[in-house]
């Protein structure tokens, strides 16, 4: 890999990180989908761990997250670490199971926005905001997860598409070409009692 | 090799958790005058024009999603209106004939008939920004700053109704919260013949459900009854906002909830989910400095 390939993901995370912050605050925000508005930035970091690994994941989470907080005049802080934690499990998850099923993205960024969400709501409360714990802060924060996971898909193709080709080694193809070239899939391995 | 790569993934994971941690500490202890504050502030009036180049080339997708809502609402909204404007011609006769007598007493016993706003300039600002999560932080960004004039607790109104107030200011920005985020209360009047008068307050979990809390157990209030800011004025503490500044109607005025809780529900007048722009009350009198204190922003996030 020549050096210019290796500052590829960074420059592309880097842009993305910061289209997706720019167009939440700008647009998405202002758009309410039954009563809640849509949060991208959970999803994005999420996608890019499941993409890219724990460490790129948890790097742009912080990189968001901060970039957020500072650009929305919030406590500092607050959104990196609920980001950071999102990218880097988000990262283990492809790092430990590397998981192949088309919906995990769906499962995934409706964790990373049940996460976002509660973690945010949470860290409110410690740092001062004053107010009662309701159902119907409950409703709006369920609604908010459904919403999350309806949008998860195709926020995971996008993103894979901007990081498509920089990625160092993506699992899947990784996996096909040790099979195609000739290497065994676990399956017809023998195992080692025999 | 491996161990590399592990211990390296959790120096790099507790390097950006200790950093963040520290900025959140730092951050929370700062006044708003400090270094962190200022860098904030200096990378929001460098991003503004950004975001307000952003929000406008994406207004067509916000307007094509509204679009759905809106019509999914319409119908619904045309049937309250017309019932509310038949209620409301009949009203309007009877008020006419209210104002002449108003007018005319007001000359005899020398009463100044301005509401307070005339004292205000209205700067209008386009808004250019939302936080993603407004469950319990309520605010939107403007592009309008202190270079316009803009003061910490000037009040902001919109659709004819009020919108919140300013709570960070920046040279080409500033940061309104919302009448609907928790952190907010509003002294109000219930324009229902008695003027009484009590605290708004958001309902958590549904914040276009306002609430006006503390009014006395046996008042008389009927739905619609329009509720407008009471711009209370003592010799230590001035309300943020002027008086008379329409603000809601009341949706539901339950007896047994009023006798219990001391509430009724109020639906804002502004239209706080759809803003494009607002209009800032810049105010003659009384230094930001002292109104951000009264505002109580000073939560979360706040200045």
Known sequence: MSQADGYQLPLRLAALGFLTVVIQIAAVSQVTVFGVSIDLTPLVVASVGLLAGSLPGAIFGFAVGLFADVALVQTLGVTSLLFIAIGYWAGRLRELRDPAHALVPLAVGAAATAFATVGFALMQFMLGVRAPVSWLLLRQVVVTILVGSLLALPIFALVRRVVQGSLPDDPRRRRRRAYTTGGLSPLQRPSAGR | ?303
């Open chain 2, 1 to 303: 090799m491996y161990d590399k790569q592990v211990r390296r993934r959790r120096a790099v994971l507790a390097l950006l958790v200790v950093v963040s941690l520290i900025l959140l500490t730092a951050y929370f202890g700062e006044s708003a005058g400090s270094p962190l504050h200022s860098v904030q502030r200096g990378v929001v009036a460098v991003l503004s024009p950004v975001q307000e180049g952003a929000s406008r080339a994406l207004k067509p997708v916000r307007d094509l999603f509204g679009w759905f809502g809106d019509t999914a609402r319409a119908k619904t909204e045309r049937d309250q209106l017309r019932a509310q404007r038949d209620r409301l011609l009949e009203q309007v006769v009877g008020y006419k004939v209210a104002l002449q007598d108003n007018a005319e007493l007001r000359r005899e016993v020398g009463l100044q008939s301005s509401n307070g706003l005339d004292v205000y300039d209205k700067r209008a600002a386009r808004v250019i920004g939302r936080p993603a999560n407004n469950l319990l932080l309520d605010r939107l960004q403007v592009d309008a700053g202190s270079g316009a004039g803009v003061r910490v607790g000037d009040p902001v109104i919109a659709d004819g109704g009020l919108v919140g107030h300013v709570s960070f200011v920046a040279s080409d920005a500033a940061l309104v919260t919302l009448i609907t985020d928790p952190s907010s209360s509003v002294s109000v009047k219930v324009l229902n013949g008695a003027g009484d008068s009590g605290l708004l307050k958001p309902s958590v979990g549904d914040p276009l459900d306002l609430l006006v809390q503390l009014l006395p157990r046996r008042a008389r209030i009927a739905q619609d009854d329009i509720v407008v800011t009471a711009g209370f004025r003592t010799s230590r503490l001035d309300s943020l906002y002027p008086p008379d500044v329409p603000v809601g109607r009341v949706t539901k005025a339950d007896p047994e909830e009023l006798a219990s809780d001391q509430q009724v529900h109020v639906a804002p007048i502004a239209d706080l989910r759809h803003l494009d722009f607002v209009q800032i009350l810049v105010g003659p009198s009384s230094s930001g400095e002292q109104r951000a204190q009264v505002g109580g922003t000073a939560g979360v996030g706040g200045p």
